[in-house]
């Protein structure tokens, strides 16, 4: 114990030099929280966001060939929609650390208690969203966008919030998964998903055989059932893996949960917030800046979505470790995701500038030649800019997941928060999109510091080591 306190002691921690013999990343690759057990972790989270990106890839495409407003509508529609659940989809899933620390402890019904709590909170959340699906009227009216695209994206939205619990519920049952280390459950239930999704895109958006021509509706419709799918799988499997243990209300621990699991998912809610608003700014410089944002977004989910899986990585083995008293395998666990999110990174941002027009084409393959033009230009230049941001982006997602693994949820909060606003924000409002002003690619240029200041600011808050102290977890536990 004498030798894990002394570890625990908030002495500022060091960047190690990556491993650039083959004896030292050999070692570095067996060793416990090394490369090997990140990608242990992080595979079938990798593929199972890599599967949600073919789907989004494959709904952006069915909708462009629908008609190109409606894929304009749906980013701004969807996105806003998922801000309204993300406060909950955040706070339900940060149960993944709970369950990461309860299993590096070795109290796995704990783990089990705290994802009952959570379910039932998605339940209450679900409900409490449902009188908001059809305020959204004054929103887009607001955004100043076309009267076309504004009622497209009000049924989008709509659809999204009435189904709004399985999104909210999926998150608390993939946290348990996520927190045990058994990630491939969510591989194929998410594999599920996908599939129905894109089937019922095809027949819903287009009007396939004897089904409704939906178009953006459709679209909507489509992925909800389909998450519906997800959702039921995952739970079954954790209803018989738990045989319905632990299932009581736990004030004590829901009040925790709460506690560590609100600042994560309000971090949550204003990033996706932020990200929203910036696309309707967006949208207000034109039709051409609004798609060639929303399809730079897109491609960049090819990079994102499975650095996305590399970070929950980094949370499990963090908690984990942290729940052992081992926070020296936590370290190795978040060097190792950062290194390997750099490799892969830097693979996706050469794809970016080498081979735009192959990224972009599918995309235009069936739109109105002369109206996908300037989007399809516009992009090329944009792509530039995600080829930067997405190498800084790998210490912003690795070291603020590794923070909130510890429990530093309140910080992450604040800091992205603020900045988003004061670096990204009040300068495309009040600048980039005005008359004279830098316009779209301006927008970008303060996007991309943004990211770049994040990964920096975390990086300080990692080194100095407080984190190793922290514990989500009752302390007679540990």
């Known amino acids: 114990m004498e030798q894990h306190e002394e570890e625990r002691a908030p002495a500022p921690l060091r960047i190690p030099a990556p491993p650039l013999t083959r004896r030292a990343w050999h070692d570095w690759w067996r060793a416990e929280s090394g490369y090997r057990e990140v990608l242990r972790l992080a595979w079938p989270l990798f593929l199972s ?12 495409i069915f909708l462009t060939w629908f008609s190109p407003e409606a894929m304009a509508a749906t980013a701004p529609a969807g996105m806003l929609a998922f801000t309204i659940q993300a406060l909950f989809i955040g706070l339900v899933g940060y149960t993944a650390t709970f369950v990461a620390q309860y ?110 021509r939906m178009g953006v509706s459709g679209a909507a419709l489509a992925s909800v059932l389909a998450q519906c799918v997800t959702f039921l799988a995952g739970l079954i499997i954790f209803l018989r893996e738990t045989r319905f ?23 949550f809610m204003l990033d996706i917030m932020g990200w929203t608003f910036f696309l309707l700014l967006v949208g207000r ?17 090819f990079a994102f979505f499975p650095m996305l899986g590399i970070a929950m990585a980094t ?32 693979a996706m941002a050469v794809l970016f500038v080498a081979i735009p ?33 997405c190498l ?6 690795v070291l603020s997941s590794a923070l909130k693994g510890a429990g530093d949820t309140l910080f992450v909060m604040l800091l992205s928060t603020s900045l988003s606003v004061v670096v990204m924000l009040l300068p495309t409002l009040l ?20 990211v770049c200041i994040l990964s920096a600011a975390f990086l300080l808050r990692y080194l100095r080591g407080h984190w190793r102290e922290m514990r989500v977890i009752e302390h007679e536990v540990i």
């Not at 393959?365 to 944009?382: H, L, Q």
Request: hydrophobic share 50%.
């Open 49 to 60: 966001y890599g599967s949600s990106t073919i789907l989004q890839f494959t709904d952006r």
């Open 103 to 212: 299993t590096g402890a070795g109290k796995p019904r704990q783990a089990v208690a705290a994802v009952w709590q959570a379910l039932y909170l998605a339940l209450a959340a679900a409900l409490l969203l449902l009188p908001l699906a059809p305020e959204s009227g004054p929103i887009f009216r607001l955004a100043d966008h076309p009267p076309a695209i504004q009622a497209m994206e009000r049924s989008y939205f709509t659809i999204f919030v009435y189904g709004a619990f399985p999104f909210i519920a999926g998150s608390a049952v993939s946290a348990y998964f996520i927190g045990r280390g058994k990630t491939q459950v969510l591989l194929w239930t998410n594999l599920a998903g996908v599939i129905v999704n894109i089937v019922l895109d095809y027949l819903l958006i287009f009007g396939v055989w004897d089904f409704p």
């Open 245 to 267: 243990s632990a299932w009581r209300l736990d004030f004590n621990l829901g009040r925790r949960l709460l506690r560590f699991g609100s600042p994560s998912g309000l971090q």
């Open 285 to 301: 410089l034109g039709m051409a800046e609004l798609g060639a944002t929303n399809l730079a977004f897109q491609i960049n989910s």
């Open 315 to 346: 949370t499990t083995l963090v908690g984990q470790g942290l729940g052992r008293n081992r926070p020296d395998l936590a370290d190795r666990a978040v060097w190792s995701s950062i290194h390997l999110g750099l490799l892969f990174t830097a």
């Open 357 to 389: 027009g192959v990224l972009i084409a599918p995309f235009g393959a069936r739109a109105n030649p002369a109206e996908f033009a300037p989007v399809g230009e516009m992009s090329v230049v944009i792509l530039r800019f995600v080829a930067a941001y």
């Open 392 to 397: 800084f982006d790998v210490g912003n997602l």
């Open 431 to 450: 600048w980039c999109i005005q008359p004279g002003g830098p316009g779209i690619y301006g927008a970008w240029t303060f996007l991309t510091l943004l």
